[in-house]
């Protein structure tokens, strides 16, 4: 394991004019991280993924709870835990007024690499940003700014690479090749351990990871194992009445339940089984608008383990 924390947890509190306030923003999580593996950490906004990242980084403390990190203990060694990682934050802190590569350059200085022109040449490479090593940062689109980001945590080649939302506010195209050059990473035996509040960056990119809501783990596993474990299929039936059709259904499926203005039919096998739910919706007199079949998302998983979807928090994608 790269990563092996315990009952992390960590409340904030703030003084102001309102007085004082107190956020439990990481209320006990534990996670396991393979070496090698990408770990995403999947979650609606402030559900605790920064903070998580930042206790596993060093840079906050935690008020409890253990970890060893890259063989070190997070309290105990923190010096140690340092020297193994590279941290990219989700503001990506590429200076607008410097190029990429003086940034990167000074970097591996401070991280004592012993040849450090070198060392940015490398990952300069790497990332595809030579030929705009030498312009201001200032002159840079978003997704080439994120790679430079990703270059500087990464230039003095550690085994553990933490990434606050890699690809928050990148385009499309921009996210897939992000996606892609972290893929390469892994390649490398470098393991990454991400935050994303994106179902569809969490499925296409991670290993495992681990779903956090309210400060806690929810569910953790493959991307595959999770959705399995929710059910195979998914039917979305559109109709009046919800709740009757509920019941009506409820014996031929394995869970239902009603979402807003639909009614959601968890299947083994929704293809063999569509039949016999649409003989009984007849069979109760109940009148259908619409209806349609999918395989469960990731967002499903979330539904079902918290009771709303990640998508209504209106941080997914
Ligand atoms: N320094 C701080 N002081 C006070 N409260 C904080 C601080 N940092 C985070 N919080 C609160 O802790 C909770 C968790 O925040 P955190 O940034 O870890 O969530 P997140 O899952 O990373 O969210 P996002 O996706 O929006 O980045 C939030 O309610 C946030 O407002």
Redo the contacts with the bound molecule.
């Keep these: 394991m790269i990563i092996q924390a315990t009952d992390l947890k960590k409340t904030?509190t703030?003084k102001s004019r309102k007085g004082v306030q107190t956020?439990e923003?990481?209320k006990g999580v534990d996670l396991a991280v393979k070496k090698g593996e990408i770990f995403g950490v999947l979650?609606?906004?402030?559900?605790?993924?920064?903070?998580?990242i930042r206790m596993l980084a060093t840079l906050i403390v935690p008020d409890s709870g253990q970890a060893v990190v890259a063989g070190h203990d997070l309290l105990k060694d923190p010096a140690g835990v340092r020297r193994n990682l590279g941290y990219v934050s989700?503001a990506g802190g590429v200076e607008e007024g410097n190029s990429p590569r003086a940034q990167i350059v000074f970097a591996a200085k401070i991280y004592g690499v012993a040849d450090p022109a070198r060392a940015a040449e490398d990952v300069l490479r790497r990332f595809d940003l030579l030929e705009l090593a030498d312009r201001p940062g200032r002159t840079l689109s978003g997704g080439q700014k994120r790679r430079v980001a990703i270059a500087l945590g990464l230039v003095h080649a550690p085994p553990l690479l933490f990434l606050?939302?890699p690809t928050t506010g990148l385009d499309p195209q921009n996210r897939a090749n992000l996606w892609d050059r972290i893929r390469e990473l892994r390649e490398m035996g470098t393991s990454v351990l991400l935050?994303t509040?994106y179902l569809d960056e969490a499925d296409a990119l991670c290993d495992r990871l681990a779903i956090?809501d309210h400060?806690v783990v929810v569910a953790e596993g493959t991307p595959s194992d999770l959705k399995r474990e929710v059910s195979g299929d998914v039917v979305t039936l559109r109709l009046d009445e919800l709740d009757r059709a509920a019941e009506a259904l409820g014996p031929l499926a394995r869970a239902t339940r009603v979402d807003e203005d639909v009614l959601r039919v968890y299947l083994d096998d929704g293809e063999h089984t569509l039949p016999a739910l649409l003989k009984r919706l007849e069979e109760e007199r109940l009148e259908l608008r619409s209806v349609a079949l999918d395989r469960s998302t990731l967002d499903d998983v979330f539904l079902a383990k918290t009771g709303r979807s990640l998508r209504d928090t209106g941080?997914a994608a």
């Design positions: 904030f703030t956020v923003a990481v979650g609606p906004n402030g559900a605790g993924k920064t903070t998580t989700q606050d939302e935050s509040h956090v400060g941080a």
